[in-house]
């Protein structure tokens, strides 16, 4: 089959997954009655059903098993796949647990922490940076010291940081879309076929989820859906070189809303994993803006930042730009922290 047919097929049968598999989760959500409530920070009108990721899953899990068993898959793939299968059904069992029982922060980072564990011991792990201003750092002889914890940092901070942005329809989902099909622009024009290929299964897995996300969403992701859209982002991330800088771009204004929220929560005495309306999309809603837009507009920034990874060859312009964007969101968010406290 040409690389186009197995793009296509592999697209097709995430996004066909997806269309049946979103509502079927949404009726079982609501006949189980896991159903968000309207209230708090959920400005939503009626019952939705918060576990629509079941959807996502099936459609990422399927066309991606279907890859490995059947697709064209280099022998030196064939493990750190393995490890993003394992690892991705491994955190959404859990987060389906959670959708049903909602725990507290510690069995959550727990279930993360065993996730970046199996992409470790598949050899999913960051083993070079490019710094700038020191070169390329191979971290072959310090993996202990630096490749490990950076990945566990890196696996269990995209997870939250996915978690964190599904705060408004279509948005986390959105963005998952736009970083998958840029990794596979990435990888497809660094000739890795197959990583391109699984990254176009998550894209159009969450293309098929969005049919029901958007707004005014009839299914939420859920802790199960954004547990397995974090654990994809991040592990397929780490499959090919640069790949992580891409996602930094694509993700800099969630990644750096996330660092604010944590610091700010910490500086006022709460716990950073307590919810509440710090987050921007939350501060722009509050100011007038809405959903709609809030969320275009978080797309179309965040693929002109992604875009900059594909067209930018130099790390250090990469780190300005990602070092701007941050600098950016943060500004922000202190102004506007400044004018209304979080609410709870």
């Known amino acids: ?74 022998p030196e793939h064939r493990l750190p796949f393995a490890g993003v299968l394992l690892g991705t059904g491994l955190v959404f069992l859990f987060g389906l647990a959670d959708d049903k029982f909602e725990f ?5 980072f727990l279930a993360q922490f065993l996730g970046a564990v199996v992409a470790i011991a598949t050899t999913v792990f960051i083993e070079q940076v490019t710094l700038p201003l020191f070169g390329l750092q191979n971290f072959e002889t310090l993996r202990w010291l630096i490749t490990y914890p950076l990945t566990m940092a890196w696996v269990v901070g995209m997870m939250n940081t996915v978690n964190f942005l599904d705060g408004l329809d279509g948005l986390a989902a959105g963005v998952g879309l736009i970083a998958a099909v840029l990794f596979a622009l ?124 594909l067209v930018i060859s130099a790390p250090l312009y990469k780190l300005i730009a990602v070092g701007a964007c941050g600098l950016v969101v943060v500004g922000l968010l202190w102004v506007l922290s400044r004018q209304r406290p979080a609410g709870k």
């Open 186 to 309: 990435h990888s497809y024009s660094l000739g890795q076929t197959d990583i391109a290929l699984m990254a176009v299964a998550l894209g159009a897995a969450c293309l098929g989820f969005l049919a029901f996300n958007i707004f005014p969403a009839r299914v939420f992701l859920g802790s199960a859906g954004a547990m397995t859209l974090g654990y994809a982002l991040a592990t397929l991330a780490i499959l090919a070189p640069a790949r992580v800088a891409t996602a930094l771009l694509v993700m800099a204004i969630p990644i750096a809303d996330t660092a604010f929220q944590v610091v700010d929560r910490l500086r006022r005495g709460q716990s950073p994993t307590q919810g509440d309306r710090g987050h921007l999309h939350y501060r722009l809603m509050d100011l007038g803006l809405s959903q709609p837009q809030i969320v275009i507009g978080y797309w179309v920034f965040c693929a002109i930042f992604g875009t900059l990874a």
């Open 104 to 108: 507290k922060s510690g069995p959550q």
């Open 1 to 74: 089959m040409t690389p186009m047919g197995q793009l296509l097929v592999t697209a097709g049968v995430a996004l066909a997954l997806a269309l049946i598999a979103t509502p079927l989760a949404g009726r079982l959500g609501r006949r189980l009655g896991l159903q968000d409530v309207p209230g708090g920070r959920r400005t939503h009108k009626g019952l939705v059903p918060r576990i629509g990721g079941v959807g996502l899953f099936v459609a990422f899990f399927g066309a991606a098993t279907g890859l490995y068993f059947f697709g064209p898959v280099q």
